[in-house]
């Protein structure tokens, strides 16, 4: 059974909506699956990516073309990572390369960017936004490297008021939905998978904050370079092909219940079963059709729903809720 597995980024997922902190129900999910699909929004965390042995990491709208039937998925050995910066780059930035080439053995070349790229995150009625200055004079600078997947590692902009606000009340994490604008729109031009990280900000009171915080902030806050999770992420991050792993292939998605967009349709038109969670609640004023969709309350209660859609057991058998109707 494979399956696929989204937390939408910046509409303020209670669970995913932070830093990696729906690692936990992605890994219970990814235990009863064969191959467990997710985008780098589920499992980064700054420094700390703990995502399973068969989880395929895949950049959001690469992951809407793949439900949509317009590519094919292949998991490769590994990939050659290219991990572009803005002037100058900085030391730290260095021993992360470092401490990823030897533990977990990765290719990475640095490059510094000849034009900015420059991320402003903002807010909007429907969560995280953001505008990006630079990323088509990045995606032209990149056409003169060999590199399978790419890494970006740049500062994003963020009234500090917001991102203090962030760090003491929690919320809707300001910075996702700039980072997943950028990745779009890099994605689509280079046709290779691409995840970003953002690098400390230079405003002295957000980079000095150190407090305990909301524990699914913890992972930011003890993270220095903020980049280990994409390297992690891209060093085995499936390639855009026309062979291999196809929708057709695909059995569930799984998503928190109050969402509706561009995947979900893809799953409706190409025969791919959807459960929605209904505790992992968000901002937007939507919710998937019972219609259209399965729900369970929670991440533990789909991993039953799951199995028993793996082994082919009628769900009626074997809840209570339903034991009325087969006594029938």
Same mark, same amino acid.
């Given at each position: 059974?494979?399956?696929?597995?989204?937390?939408?980024?910046?509409?303020?997922?209670?669970?995913?909506?932070?830093?990696?902190?729906?690692?936990?129900?992605?890994?219970?999910?990814?235990?009863?699956?064969?191959?467990?699909?997710? &985008?780098?929004?589920?499992?980064?965390?700054?420094?700390?990516?703990?995502?399973?042995?068969?989880?395929?990491?895949?950049?959001?709208?690469?992951?809407?073309?793949?439900?949509?039937?317009?590519? &094919?998925?292949?998991?490769?050995?590994?990939?050659?990572?290219?991990?572009?910066?803005?002037?100058?780059?900085?030391?730290?930035?260095?021993?992360?390369?470092?401490?990823?080439?030897?533990?977990?053995?990765?290719?990475?070349?640095?490059?510094?960017?000849?034009?900015?790229?420059?991320?402003?995150?903002?807010?909007?009625?429907?969560?995280?936004?953001?505008?990006?200055?630079?990323?088509?004079?990045?995606?032209?600078?990149?056409?003169?490297?060999?590199?399978?997947?790419?890494?970006?590692?740049?500062?994003?902009?963020?009234?500090?008021?917001?991102?203090?606000?962030?760090?003491?009340?929690?919320?809707?994490?300001?910075?996702?939905?700039?980072?997943?604008?950028?990745?779009?729109?890099?994605?689509?031009?280079?046709?290779?998978?691409?995840?970003?990280?953002?690098?400390?900000?230079?405003?002295?009171?957000?980079?000095?904050?150190?407090?305990?915080?909301?524990?699914?902030?913890?992972?930011?806050?003890?993270?220095?370079?903020?980049? &280990?999770?994409?390297?992690?992420?891209?060093?085995?991050?499936?390639?855009?092909?026309?062979?291999?792993?196809?929708?057709?292939?695909?059995?569930?998605?799984?998503?928190?219940?109050?969402?509706?967009?561009?995947?979900?349709?893809?799953?409706?038109?190409?025969?791919?079963?959807?459960?929605?969670?209904?505790?992992?609640?968000?901002?937007?004023?939507?919710?998937?059709?019972?219609?259209?969709?399965?729900?369970?309350?929670?991440?533990?209660?789909?991993?039953?729903?799951?199995?028993?859609?793996?082994?082919?057991?009628?769900?009626?058998?074997?809840?209570?809720?339903?034991?009325?109707?087969?006594?029938?």
């Amino acid at each position: 059974m494979n399956t696929v597995f989204i937390i939408p980024t910046g509409i303020g997922c209670n669970i995913g909506g932070h830093a990696g902190d729906a690692t936990p129900a992605f890994k219970l999910i990814a235990s009863v699956s064969d191959i467990a699909i997710c &985008h780098p929004n589920v499992v980064n965390a700054s420094d700390i990516n703990e995502m399973p042995d068969n989880a395929w990491y895949v950049e959001g709208s690469i992951l809407d073309r793949f439900l949509e039937g317009k590519i &094919h998925l292949e998991k490769p050995r590994s990939n050659k990572i290219l991990l572009v910066v803005n002037k100058p780059i900085r030391p730290e930035t260095i021993n992360a390369v470092n401490a990823a080439r030897y533990t977990i053995g990765c290719e990475i070349e640095i490059v510094e960017l000849r034009k900015e790229l420059r991320m402003i995150a903002m807010m909007s009625k429907n969560g995280a936004d953001g505008e990006v200055y630079g990323a088509y004079d990045l995606t032209v600078q990149v056409r003169d490297y060999d590199f399978d997947a790419l890494a970006i590692a740049t500062p994003i902009d963020c009234p500090k008021d917001v991102a203090l606000n962030y760090f003491k009340e929690g919320g809707i994490n300001p910075w996702g939905g700039v980072e997943a604008k950028v990745s779009k729109l890099i994605a689509g031009a280079i046709n290779k998978p691409v995840a970003h990280a953002p690098i400390e900000t230079d405003n002295e009171e957000v980079k000095d904050f150190n407090e305990v915080v909301n524990p699914r902030i913890a992972a930011e806050m003890i993270s220095q370079t903020y980049i &280990h999770c994409v390297f992690k992420g891209l060093h085995k991050a499936p390639r855009i092909s026309d062979k291999g792993l196809h929708v057709s292939d695909i059995d569930v998605l799984i998503t928190p219940w109050q969402c509706f967009g561009r995947p979900h349709k893809a799953c409706l038109a190409n025969g791919v079963e959807i459960l929605g969670v209904k505790e992992n609640t968000t901002c937007l004023d939507i919710e998937l059709s019972e219609k259209d969709a399965y729900w369970v309350d929670n991440y533990i209660e789909a991993v039953g729903w799951l199995q028993c859609y793996k082994h082919g057991i009628a769900r009626q058998f074997v809840s209570e809720d339903y034991a009325d109707e087969a006594i029938a």
